[in-house]
């Protein structure tokens, strides 16, 4: 029977240097070599993450959180955030001097033209501060926002938009998506367009974003630098990206 695994990108397929071990690179090309399909779970936005897809030659992935699904180079699933939504959040987070990132399938636009909190969290991810367009979201599908502002600040704005989720990846940054929207969400609409069982479907994460997923999938592993919170949520822990994690936790479930 065909199996999939998902992979999530930062702390999972890339490393605390946000670079692709040697190990994992091999582990995954063992992985297709067997018939494993491989594809990518991940909150970036699909034009984060182009080079990664092209090194692993991986055309299958749920981005977004969830929110924009490709298989095999195709769109079959789309999640937009609601426009008349965003333009409410981006005022009243203007008010409060907290900037937004407006994220479409293609690029991504800021609000402003410089903001510490933007540079600072992109940075982390090794991208530079967007360009400013204060009107990106008014005329095109955007699947996700970020929003800037410290942990203390950010209740104001979760009674505020129920038709939103907002989950930290960063002390100066939120996702803003669709309520309800989640990577298990995206990976159920792909394993239903492939005909898998949920047994024959494994997904590795490390990040509150992935708890879900882990849930969701047939097995879920986390990696060895997750908090335990999302070690609780696994089937099963492996080590440290940054020691071989990806090579050794598909080697001990039999997978390489």
Known sequence: MKKIVFFDIDGTLLDSDKKLPDSTKEAIDQLKKKGTFVAIATGRAPFMFESLRDELDIDSF????????????EA???????TSEIEKLYKHAQDNGHPLVFMN?????????????????MGSL???????????????ELYQSLLF???????????EYPDFG???WHPYSVDVLPAGGSKAEGIKKMIERMGFELKDVYAFGDGLNDIEM???????????????IVKEAADRVTSSVDEEGIWN???ELQLI
Do not use: W
């Open 166 to 168: 907002f989950i930290r």
């Open 249 to 251: 936790g598909l080697k």
């Open 76 to 82: 079959i699933y789309r999640n937009p955030l609601r």
């Open 105 to 121: 399938e293609k690029t991504m636009k800021s609000s402003v033209r410089h903001h510490e909190f933007i540079e600072k969290s």
């Open 126 to 140: 090794k991208f530079p501060h967007p360009e400013e367009d204060k009107n990106f979201f008014k005329d095109r």
């Open 149 to 159: 502002c410290e942990e203390k600040d950010e209740k104001m704005y979760f009674s």
């Open 62 to 73: 749920v981005s977004f959180n969830g929110q924009y699904v490709v298989f095999e180079n």
């Open 214 to 228: 882990l849930n969701a999938v047939g097995t879920g592993i986390a990696m060895g630098n997750a908090a335990d």
